[in-house]
């Protein structure tokens, strides 16, 4: 009996000695596996194939393309303008009445210089007749060019993406005709307005009310001096302008401008309108100025000109000086490898991206072409559908494990 109880002692003895030597096996497995190296959490992207396209994007505003400011002739009373902002006004229509100040008009100095404008503005007049020639020749031939191409095109030997940009070459080239007939109707007022001033000093006119009419016909965009008063020669009246003629001038980066051409694609947004209005960029004015960014840095900027390519009837609410805003397309491709600019970083003089392959990161470099701020195309290194970490934190290092979140 007594050999019994000894024996079932000794049991419970070892049974407590081995649960606790499982205990311990346990808690030291917990210790060893807590202190395993685990997997990276990071975000996984894929490399994609399709298209990538860049852009400059900035605000900007429209304007009435030709404008024309109505000033004093000579130095008189004028009577108080009856226009206001927004009415129409025809070709010859009179806008202002002057009654000339006799005596001091007729002194050397002031007929001198009436001799000088009538003789600047028949300079002018003859500059613009030459320019309105050559915009003549040029619309002529982009005409004949437009209509030769049309016919290659129905033949089908012509793409219609060339057909495209040499009916955008015939539009920007009418365009450039109108505003050259607009500065001869304007060459040849001003030297009619100038001509009647010398006139009054010279004292050949018997009326004494001069009138001063419209050389266009067009809207009053702006008023300047509305009273009546004695007003000095060459004092701005009004403004007047055409609003069915309307541009876009956008201010962007010198460093962005070098990229930007004429006859891009323009994406005009934010105008107020349903859906996005077409246009192409006219010109790059050559000089550029400086401008303080709302971080008071200076920054050298310079006007991109934008023509409008969609119907008037969409954006004929438009009027001058309304805010927009545009997207220059500087270059598209329809079927390029891409990754998001996240996953792409510097190493050493080159880019770089961690691939992932079955869970371990690999320091892959890369060649990379164009980019436009969300995208970065790949050139070469990686491949449609290879697997890469956005974002790498510094614990993601070449050969770590990692898994996506």
Do not use: C
Request: net charge negative; no cysteine.
């Amino acid at each position: 009996m007594a050999t019994t109880k000894k024996k079932k002692r000794d049991a419970v003895k070892w049974l407590k000695r081995g649960l606790w030597g499982l205990a311990a096996l346990g808690l030291v497995g917990m210790i060893v596996v807590a202190f395993l190296p685990k997997p990276v959490p990071v975000d996984l992207v894929s490399v994609t194939r399709g298209e990538l396209r860049v852009t400059v994007d900035e605000d900007g505003r429209t304007r009435v393309s030709d404008r024309y400011v109505v000033s004093a002739p000579l130095t008189g009373n004028v009577g108080r303008i009856e226009l206001n902002p927004g009415d129409a006004v025809s070709e010859g229509a009179v806008l202002a009445r002057f009654v000339p100040i006799a005596r001091p008009l007729m002194d050397a100095q002031t007929q001198a210089e009436a001799q000088a404008r009538v003789a600047a503005g028949n300079a002018q007049l003859r500059q613009a007749r030459a320019s309105l020639e050559r915009a003549r020749a040029a619309s002529t031939f982009a005409e004949t060019q437009a209509a030769r191409q049309r016919g290659l095109v129905e033949r089908g030997t012509l793409s219609r993406d060339t057909l495209d940009q040499i009916q955008l070459e015939e539009r920007s080239r009418h365009e450039e005709l109108v505003s050259a007939e607009f500065g001869v109707r304007v060459a040849a007022h001003q030297v009619e307005m100038a001509r009647a001033a010398l006139g009054r000093i010279e004292g050949e006119e018997s009326d004494e009310q001069m009138e001063v009419s419209s050389p266009i016909e067009g809207v009053v965009l702006r008023v300047l001096n509305e009273n009546a008063g004695v007003i000095q020669a060459g004092t701005p009246i009004l403004e007047l302008g055409d609003p069915s003629h309307l541009e876009i001038a956008v201010d962007v980066l010198t460093s962005d401008a070098i990229h930007i051409e004429p006859g891009q694609r323009v994406s005009i947004e934010r105008w107020g309108g349903d859906g996005p209005l077409d246009g192409h960029v006219r010109m790059i004015e050559p000089s550029a100025f400086t401008r303080t960014s709302a971080l008071g840095v200076e920054e050298q900027r310079v006007n991109v000109l934008i023509d409008l390519d969609t119907e008037r009837e969409r954006w004929a609410r438009l009027g001058d000086g309304y805010r927009v805003e545009t997207r220059i397309v500087v270059w598209e491709e329809q079927d390029v490898s891409s990754v998001p600019a996240s996953a792409v970083f510097r190493h050493g003089d080159g880019w770089a991206v961690f691939r992932v392959e079955a869970g371990v990161a690999h320091l892959v470099d890369v060649q990379t072409g164009r980019r436009n701020g969300l995208q970065v195309q790949i050139l070469e290194g990686i491949e449609e559908g290879d697997r890469v970490v956005a974002h790498p934190s510094d614990r993601v290092v070449d050969g770590v494990e990692v898994e996506g979140r």
